[in-house]
């Protein structure tokens, strides 16, 4: 029996209260961001858990630590001022297809970027649309970070873009840690220029199973059976009429309705 508008409402209000609390960070790729206070590290550091986030949560962590204490335990530091033997060190890092080529080019991108720019919120704004959407915002992304002439090309499957109908889950993970503010202590709310309003849920395994259960999401996909761009967009129009200011804060309660076996 499908349920009503209020129950889905007050299953998705409760769920998202209960998760979206400090006690989430811990065993949450968020945590490695959460160890720092400048907004580079954080930009830095968030980015990067984001993009591994794939696999067993421990092992994030521990990978993504393992990058930490790699950049001498200070990020934006070792990025601005790092000597080119500093790199020999990132040559055995591994974390499943992620790789050690993949790794230098981070940390190109990122030193040339930060030569330039204060915020990585810059590089996910087109020029000509102060306030762009989700859409338009990792577009402009992907564009920026893949067109630089070292770029190794096997680098790009980390990178997603909805221009290839990719759901983005980690690049959208990473935008609502940056971008969702509120006073509960989870997410930054660093950047101003994307809103909260504009983001676009991501659907990682426990999302897209708890999101079908609940009848939010009913694309059908493909033999690979992995959401796309497009089941984002259903996913985050059904929960704007929930929280049309705030979509994907119910991230907290259909992640943490999954992860917790709740469903």
């Known amino acids: 029996m499908a349920l009503t508008h209020d129950e889905l409402a007050d299953i998705l209000n409760t769920k998202a209260d209960q998760y979206n609390r400090p006690s989430f960070i811990e065993r949450d790729p968020i945590s490695i961001p959460h160890r720092f206070t400048q907004k580079q590290d954080i930009e830095i550091m968030g980015f990067w858990a984001a993009v591994l986030a794939w696999g067993q949560r421990p092992v994030i962590l521990r990978k993504a630590s393992e990058l930490v204490e790699l950049m001498d335990g200070a990020p934006y530091d070792f990025i601005r001022n790092h000597q080119e033997t500093d790199l020999k060190r990132f040559l055995a890092f591994k974390h499943r297809t992620f790789n050690a080529t993949d790794a230098l080019y981070f940390l190109h991108f990122f030193h040339r970027y930060y030569q ?54 980690r690049l959208l993970m990473f935008l609502r840690w940056m971008v969702r503010r509120d006073d509960r202590g989870v997410d930054f709310g660093l950047w101003t220029r994307l809103q909260p309003a ?44 929930f929280d049309p200011a705030d979509p994907v804060r119910y991230d907290f309660a259909l992640f943490g309705l999954g992860v917790e076996g709740e469903m």
């Open 116 to 169: 330039q720019n204060d915020s990585l919120e810059d590089a996910f704004l087109p020029e000509t649309t102060p306030h762009p959407s989700a859409e338009q915002a990792l577009i402009v992304f992907h564009d920026r970070f893949c067109c630089d002439p070292y770029f190794p090309d096997r680098t790009r499957k980390h990178i997603a873009t909805p221009a290839r109908n990719s759901s983005c889950k």
């Open 198 to 241: 504009q983001l676009v849920m991501p659907i990682d395994v426990h999302v897209n199973r708890v999101a079908r259960k609940l009848g939010l999401l009913t694309r059908q996909v493909g033999k690979s059976a992995q959401p796309d761009w497009k089941a984002a967009l259903e996913l985050t129009g059904v929960l704007r009429q």
